[in-house]
């Protein structure tokens, strides 16, 4: 219910095409799950945190910025 309200009411450009090539984000979640598992074997807080940033960041953050930019 409250994803179609947004639907509405967010600009979102309605003839845009989003077919981005798959190969970055694949190679930032690798990185990032390499990194977090890195973390867990040396027992650092901060590399489990930058890894599980990577992976959030190539999964979901990358692809809905490069949506609502419109980019490219």
Do not use: C, W
Request: net charge negative.
């Amino acid at each position: 219910m409250l994803a179609l309200l947004l639907a509405d009411v967010l600009p979102i450009p309605r003839n845009f095409e989003f077919s981005p090539d798959p190969g970055p984000y694949i190679a930032i979640f690798g990185i990032g799950f390499m990194i977090a598992v890195l973390g867990h074997i040396a027992q650092s807080k901060t590399l489990i945190a930058a890894g599980l940033l990577m992976i959030i960041g190539s999964t979901v953050l990358l692809p809905l910025g490069f949506y609502f930019g419109g980019g490219s």
